[in-house]
């Protein structure tokens, strides 16, 4: 090929291949515009789509607008109100800083920009087409209207998907938007039609309208942190888990992210309570000083990179975990009802509809953490006084014969009676019948003191011959910082040259596993992580096969007082709640429930 002199590419051009790493679909520019509004301050923003955002995208808000002078370089390349320097780089709190989001949207389709200040007294317009600024119609604040997107780069307009899938991606683009920004108002039209309408609103209430009532009744409030960084938001009982990812929403300082230390550390934290292949439902917005992260790592803004990643890492895990654990029992939401164990389209749907949701009046339940009696909920209390109150249940034989038995407190999941077609404990407690599913129970009991008796005496294998590894000056150096740690859970590593390392021994548990492929993994969790996710992993996967083994089988018959030792054994056990594999290990059913049932009392 002959030589081509060197030449300036047009700026045209320019806009255009930027676009190509940002504009991916329409969807894209739903997002960059949305942010745009966020930034302008907007309290109210209106969406309306065209044939799934491909024929047109019209975003208007009531932001503080662009003054007629500055309107033409809003859609100019690398022009942007939002930082002036470096340091403002360095601690960016806005949406956008990139200042060409506009610019490259205007290259690649038909783009109108109309805005109006307070200090304007009618509203001016740019077209993209012929760049001229005039008068228009329009209320305070910013229209952005987006015409046949890539009618002038063919190439992109032949990936584009169906106009539904189009639309799908765009209104996922919007909710990420409208969950990380719950005060502000979102109306969504397609084709003409009322989609969605969001009013301003708390996180909780933005999180119903948008996710639904499921995630309402799966979610646990998380809340923690200090000045530097906090984590708020909701994470979802391993019973609601789904097969999918869908339900996953982490944000960032406002920001949607698809992190993979976040991701990791929500991992490690469900990891005791969740089977791998299934997935929490989590809405996480971490809150963290910007001088702590960047966020220009990505053209799009969807990944970053912390200054410090081990603390967020430990900070995250830790914060999960902490909830994961206190839930067992005591959330308003983590209890296992009727409702999400019965799929809808049984036979039992009858029930579940008379059964009311069992979530408020659950006695409390212990945890390691909560050794004391829990003071009982009001609306057990007040139920429990009515039960005894009403002149006519001295007259129940049934229910005079609770006030025999202990207090609810002591023994929260009552006594056995019987064991139901080899499976389940049948027990009555002060507010009703339980129903234990003694397999799944005794793992769970069993994996939990499992791993407290490992967290307290190691137990660790010899290698028969050290096995020497070559290793990169970064991993030689990672042993030396966690050399201690690692002595403390049974490895015995050293460093024997600056890129050689010897392996004497390993922690029993781990054995069986190549030496070699096992240090490199958890000296490279520990250099990204600072915690190792190769030893929770493959301890968790033994421990939890240990119980499985030896936990009672289903269909061995079990003595009352041995089904009363399950259950006591279950009260003092952390995340009693679930099995090893996020499904509930028990459920109650009060005696309002079987009167229900019965349809007594009407
Ligand atoms: N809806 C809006 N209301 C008010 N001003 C806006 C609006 N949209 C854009 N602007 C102004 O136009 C400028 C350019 O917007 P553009 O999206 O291209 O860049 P940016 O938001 O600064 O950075 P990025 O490319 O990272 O999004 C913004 O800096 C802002 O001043
Ligand atoms: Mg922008």
């Known amino acids: 090929m002959s030589r081509q002199p060197i030449l300036e590419l047009p700026n045209q051009l320019i806009s255009q291949i930027a676009a190509g790493e940002v504009i991916e679909r329409p969807s894209a520019v739903v997002k960059e515009l949305l942010e745009n509004a966020v930034d302008a301050n907007a309290s109210q923003i209106e969406i309306r789509l065209e044939d799934g955002g491909t024929s047109r995208i019209v975003v208007s808000d009531d932001g503080v607008g662009i003054p007629a002078a500055e309107l033409s370089l809003a859609l100019t390349r690398h022009a942007t109100s939002k930082i002036r320097s470096l340091e403002d780089l360095e601690s960016v709190r806005t949406m956008g ?14 783009t109108i920009f109309t805005s109006r200040t307070l200090h304007d007294e009618h509203a001016w317009e740019i077209d993209s087409a012929h760049q001229k600024v005039q008068p228009a119609a329009g209320d305070i604040g910013s229209r952005v209207d987006v015409a046949d997107l890539f009618f002038n780069t063919p190439a992109r307009r032949k990936f584009l998907k169906s106009h539904a899938t189009e639309l799908g991606h765009c209104i996922e683009a919007i909710k990420r938007v409208a969950l990380a920004n719950p005060q502000t108002s979102f109306a969504i039209w397609h084709n003409g039609k009322a989609l969605h309408r969001w009013i301003a609103a708390d996180l909780n209430r933005r999180a119903t309208d948008i996710l639904g009532p499921e995630f309402e009744a799966a979610k646990l409030a998380v809340q923690s942190g200090n000045a530097l960084i906090q984590l708020t938001g909701f994470i979802g009982a391993p019973t609601a888990s789904r097969a999918r990812a869908d339900q996953q929403y982490i944000f960032i300082n406002q920001r949607f992210v698809k992190d993979k230390l976040i991701n990791h550390a929500i991992r490690s934290a469900y990891q005791d309570v969740l089977h791998g292949d299934r997935q929490p439902i989590l809405l996480l917005c971490l809150t963290i000083n910007p001088e702590l992260v960047d966020v220009n790592v990505h053209p799009a803004k969807i990944e970053v990179r912390f200054r410090d990643s081990r603390a967020v890492h430990q900070f995250v895990f830790h914060t999960i975990q902490d909830r994961l654990a206190h839930g067992a029992g005591q959330g308003e939401a983590s209890l296992p009802t009727l409702e999400n164990l019965v799929p809808p389209t049984t036979q039992f749907k009858q029930l579940e509809k008379l059964i009311a949701p069992q979530s408020q009046s659950h006695a409390p339940f212990y945890s390691q953490n909560q050794r004391l009696p829990l003071p009982m909920s009001g609306s057990v209390k007040d139920s429990m006084q009515q039960l005894f109150s009403t002149p006519n249940t001295t007259l129940n034989p049934v229910q005079s014969s609770y006030s025999e038995m202990p ?4 023994q929260p999941l009552g006594q056995a009676i019987a064991q139901l077609a080899g499976i389940y404990i049948l027990a009555q407690n002060q507010r009703g019948i339980v129903l234990v599913d003694m397999h799944a129970a005794h793992e769970r009991v069993l994996y939990e003191k499992y791993k407290s008796d490992l967290n307290t005496a190691v137990v660790t294998q010899q290698l028969l011959v050290p096995v020497v590894l070559n290793a990169s000056r970064i991993e030689i150096s990672t042993l030396n910082e966690y050399h201690s740690s690692l002595i403390q859970l049974g490895f015995d590593i050293s460093e024997l040259g600056p890129e050689q390392l ?23 969790d520990l250099e990204q992580l600072g915690s190792s996710a190769t030893i929770n992993a493959a301890q968790h996967e033994k421990l939890a096969s240990k119980a499985c083994h030896a936990a009672v089988r289903a269909h061995r018959l079990l003595t009352i007082p041995e089904m009363n030792a399950l259950l006591r054994q279950m009260e003092q056990t952390d995340r009693a709640d679930q099995c090893n594999h996020g499904r509930p290990t028990w459920i109650q059913l009060s005696v309002a429930d079987l009167d229900k049932l019965f349809l007594r009392g009407r």
């Not at 800083?97 to 949207?105: N, P, Q, T, V, Y």
């Not at 207090?407 to 002591?410: A, C, H, L, R």
């Not at 010897?502 to 096992?518: C, E, G, H, N, Y």
């Open 97 to 110: 800083f990139r200042g060409e989001a506009l610019a490259s949207i205007a290259s690649v389709s038909r």
């Open 502 to 524: 010897v392996i004497r021994s390993l922690p029993a548990l781990m054995s069986k596993s190549d030496p070699a492929q096992l240090i490199r993994q958890l000296l490279l």
């Open 407 to 410: 207090q609810e407190n002591d």
